[in-house]
């Protein structure tokens, strides 16, 4: 089993991937800046209280780690860049200690140029976000796509993880994994969300590689 420091461990994808790690007997370092906030207890769950800007506590949460999962995201609290400055961090601390795997959760608005086929409605998507939907809404979009273009410089084993609405429904047990525009389905639990992102880490697949994920 491994140890996975987990990014974003309170939030409402966090707390499901937290859950499922350690149900599968993994160990995890979560970074949290309330630890109020995590329902979670559990012999293998260590918390950390910081900010994921914090270079110190970043290091700290990575420190004996075998790799990383994040599902930071923005808050209406939280700095426009939050993803990518926390990114830069999590990044630095993983060169520091060696580590070379790391998951990363987004948005379907983050274009792989490479694979992805979007239709009609994907561009309305990403045209509403950056110029209708307001200015939390565009800096989510920015920020994710600088995070990405961050992860995608280094040379570590990177899986940037893409997601469509995601819902707290009930897992389904299911989803289809592809590309913007080659799968089928507009939404996603947070619970299957966090099965993926768990067997892509466990199963070293998808590295270096951008899926996108729905429940079809």
């Given at each position: ?41 559990h ?10 800007l ?6 700290e ?55 992805d ?39 570590i ?8 609405v ?20 507009i ?23 951008m ?6």
């Amino acid at each position: 089993m491994s140890t996975i420091a987990i990014f974003g461990a309170t939030g409402r994808t966090g707390l499901p991937l937290v859950q499922k790690a350690l149900d599968a007997g993994h160990s995890v370092r979560a970074l949290v800046r309330n630890p109020q906030k995590m329902t979670i207890k559990h012999p293998k769950l260590t918390l950390i209280q910081g900010s994921s800007l914090d270079a110190a506590k970043v290091a700290e949460t990575v420190r004996g780690a075998d790799g990383v999962i994040s599902t930071l995201g923005p808050d209406k609290n939280s700095p426009a860049d939050l993803q990518t400055r926390s990114t830069q961090l999590i990044i630095n601390a993983m060169n520091q200690y060696d580590l070379r795997r790391l998951i990363s959760l987004t948005g379907g608005g983050v274009r792989d140029e490479t694979n992805d086929k979007p239709k009609f409605m994907d561009h309305a998507i990403v045209f509403i976000m950056k110029n209708i939907a307001g200015k939390g809404a565009r800096n989510a979009l920015l920020d994710g796509i600088n995070h990405a273009d961050l992860i995608r410089r280094t040379n570590i084993d990177w899986t940037i993880v893409r997601g469509p609405v995601l819902t707290d429904d009930p897992a389904k047990g299911r989803y289809q994994v592809g590309y913007v525009g080659t799968v089928p389905g507009i939404k996603l639990t947070r619970a299957d969300l966090a099965d993926f992102m768990l067997k892509a880490f466990e199963k070293k697949t998808h590295v270096r590689d951008m899926p996108f994920v729905t429940n079809g």
